[in-house]
């Protein structure tokens, strides 16, 4: 079992969660939020990830706490996501914890039916800007 079966095994264990590839990339998403990505050796930084989505402060307070296990990824670090360093010290109990927070904030602004109707509820509300035809 590669680290991507077991981020997806946690990520797709989720109520409604779905994996759709999107920057070259595998992302785990409920209704239209991403919740997490799977980053393998982006940019040739010798190493696969997580980034996941975090509450507000819990960035910093992992990052400094481990920063030889958490980082603050590109793109989404300036958001608050948190980047999880998979190797052979990865802390799978902590992860899948750091998962499920992840899952239930990206969760929690969605509708129940959203989640149930899982990716079709993506398709289902047009981006802003952009017009139906």
Not at 87 to 94: A, F, V
Not at 96 to 109: D, K, N, P, Q
Not at 126 to 132: A, F, L, M, Q
Request: include cysteine; charge should be positive; glycine fraction near 14%.
């Amino acid at each position: 079992m590669t680290v991507l079966d077991r981020v997806r095994g946690i990520c797709l264990g989720f109520p409604g969660a779905y994996e759709k590839v999107a920057w070259s990339a595998p992302t785990f998403r409920v209704g239209d939020r991403q919740f997490a990505m799977f980053a393998d050796d982006h940019h040739g930084v010798g190493f696969a990830g997580v980034w996941l989505k975090a509450p507000e402060g819990a960035q910093e307070e992992l990052v400094g706490s481990d920063p030889g296990r958490f980082y603050v990824p590109p793109y989404v670090g300036t958001a608050g996501w948190v980047g999880v360093r998979l190797d052979g010290k990865t802390d799978w109990k902590l992860l899948a914890g750091l998962l499920a927070e992840a899952y239930r904030g990206a969760a929690a602004t969605q509708s129940a039916a959203r989640i149930a109707r899982g990716p079709a509820a993506a398709k289902a509300r047009p981006k802003p800007g952009r017009k139906r035809r």
